[in-house]
């Protein structure tokens, strides 16, 4: 039966939103661990592959469904044919099968052991088990369930040794009474290379939030379909004072992450080292995508000017990966979400201390996004520019004024520092979207136009 699975599980991979490895040729796809959840029909398995794509060896979270019948609800999920135990079955993406992923809610409920996978109950909460769930769908290199608007559960889908920063962060800001986090209520956890490793984690879903990303671009279009000689700040739809209230919301966030974990300075010829990776992750940009190469001169005299700073930078913990869709506005506040660190890196640099100015560096990234994605093929890109131009820079000044407000400390000298992990950060979405989504390659291209 694996020979069978294994091949079918090769055509489908590649088709996954969250894989990560497309354009590249699988050499080689092998079950590296297999725990039957439940047997009998419907069966369901969690498996981590591994999959290598030349030197790089990459493992994946799967949960397969196996029935003998598959019914209609469930076949656009379809993996394959496949024979199971002697039978013939359908082996199916089982996030999507409600009747399944109940199994989840009721291991965690129970600290159930399953073989290599033990799940887990956050201190202090129950787990009502009689919700179903849904698959989200949202742009995302993971896969959420959301049971019942009460919870979330986000399966990993690209799996590394170790414990999640996610995890981590959100169990220590939550007993710290942080109001900017979705509480943890759970966790499925397997061992890999003798290390924990997190394979889930379930939060508090926010019902009454809504996306930063989708907010940000509601004003972005109320501003396109406005008269030319509106100024921004009179269209109805502006963001700038969400902008500024997300600015404070990510210098408490700081502040918290800072008295929750370890703190440090890195020393200048540390720095020096930072510049030098940046040029690294530059070269090899350049070589996967060659439209950068025409811009890389404007990020390498960003990073030389980082090199000469000669000062050392403070050091915390940080999210990573901050941009407009790790956000959600309640009536309350502002919430951050996914606290993984960037997709892709080592989980111990995803859980080692940087400098915070690279989330802010991120959110600014973000509202450039939000300003630009709507351009492409639209018919009036030309005119609109200017207005993105404008949105863009007031939203990113709204949300620097907040963040000093809130505590946030940003110097002078921190420029340089702040354009340098800016463009670092378009280097990466450069990559990103050739690989994810050709389409929005202008998008990050366009941050290496001038210096702001
Ligand atoms: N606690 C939550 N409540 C409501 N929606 C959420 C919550 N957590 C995540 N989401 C939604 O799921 C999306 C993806 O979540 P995220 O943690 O960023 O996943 P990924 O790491 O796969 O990108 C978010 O943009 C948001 O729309
Ligand atoms: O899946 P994640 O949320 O962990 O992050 C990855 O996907 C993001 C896209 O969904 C990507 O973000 C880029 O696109 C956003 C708009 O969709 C934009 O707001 C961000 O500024 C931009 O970086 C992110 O980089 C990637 O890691």
């Given amino acids: 039966m694996t020979t069978s699975l294994q091949e079918l599980l090769a055509g489908w991979i590649t088709g996954q939103r969250w894989f990560a490895g497309k354009g590249r040729v699988i050499d080689d796809l092998s079950i590296e661990h297999r725990t039957d959840i439940q047997t009998g029909d419907p069966g369901l398995l969690h498996l981590v592959l591994s999959v290598r794509q030349g030197e790089r060896r990459t493992r994946y979270q799967l949960l397969v469904g196996l029935r003998t019948s598959l019914p209609d609800r469930l076949k656009h999920v379809l993996i394959g044919s496949c024979d199971w135990e002697g039978r013939e079955c359908s082996a199916y993406d089982a996030a999507h099968d409600a009747e399944l992923t109940r199994i989840l809610l009721e291991g965690m409920e129970s600290f159930r052991r399953a073989g290599r996978l033990a799940f887990h109950r956050a201190p202090g909460i129950e787990i009502d088990t009689s919700l ?46 942080s109001t900017h986090i979705a509480r943890p209520y759970g966790w499925i956890e397997t061992d890999l290379d003798a290390q924990p490793t997190t394979l889930a984690i379930m939060q508090e879903f926010l019902a009454n939030a809504n996306e930063g990303w989708a907010l940000a671009l509601t004003s972005v279009r109320d501003l396109y379909g406005s008269p030319p000689d509106v100024p921004a700040e009179e269209v109805g739809g502006d963001f700038a004072a969400e902008a500024y209230r997300l600015g404070v919301a990510t210098a408490e966030v700081h502040r918290e992450l800072a008295a929750a974990f370890p703190i440090g300075v890195v020393e200048p010829p540390e720095v020096k080292r930072m510049a030098e990776r940046f040029r690294d992750r530059l070269d090899q940009a350049v070589a996967e995508v060659p439209q950068l190469a025409a811009h890389a001169s ?46 892709g890196q080592p989980l111990s640099e995803r859980r080692g201390l940087d400098t915070p100015l690279r989330d802010v560096a991120g959110m600014l990234r973000s509202f450039d996004y939000a300003a630009r994605h709507l351009l492409a093929g639209h018919p009036e890109a030309a005119t609109l520019t200017g207005r993105a131009d404008e949105w863009s820079a007031r939203n990113r000044a709204a949300f620097l004024g907040g963040y000093s407000e809130g505590g946030g400390r940003i110097s002078g ?40």
């Fill in 132 to 177: 179903r769930s849904l698959v989200l769908t949202v742009e995302q290199s993971n896969t959420s369930l959301v049971y019942g608007d009460r919870y979330i559960l986000k399966l990993f889908r690209q799996i590394n040794a170790g414990l999640n920063p996610e995890l981590e962060v959100i169990t220590a800001l939550a007993a710290a009474g």
């Fill in 413 to 452: 000298d921190d420029a340089v520092l702040l354009r340098a992990l800016e463009l670092s950060k378009a280097v990466y979405e450069v990559v990103y979207e050739a690989r994810n989504r050709p389409t929005w390659l202008p998008i990050p291209l366009a941050a290496f136009r001038s210096p702001r």
């Fill in 298 to 343: 404007v990020a390498h005299a960003a990073y030389d000017r980082l090199a000469d700073l000669d000062r050392a930078v403070a050091v915390q913990r940080v999210h990573g990966d901050y941009h407009l869709g790790q956000v959600m506005r309640t009536p309350g506040d502002w919430v951050v979400l996914d606290f993984e660190g960037e997709p």
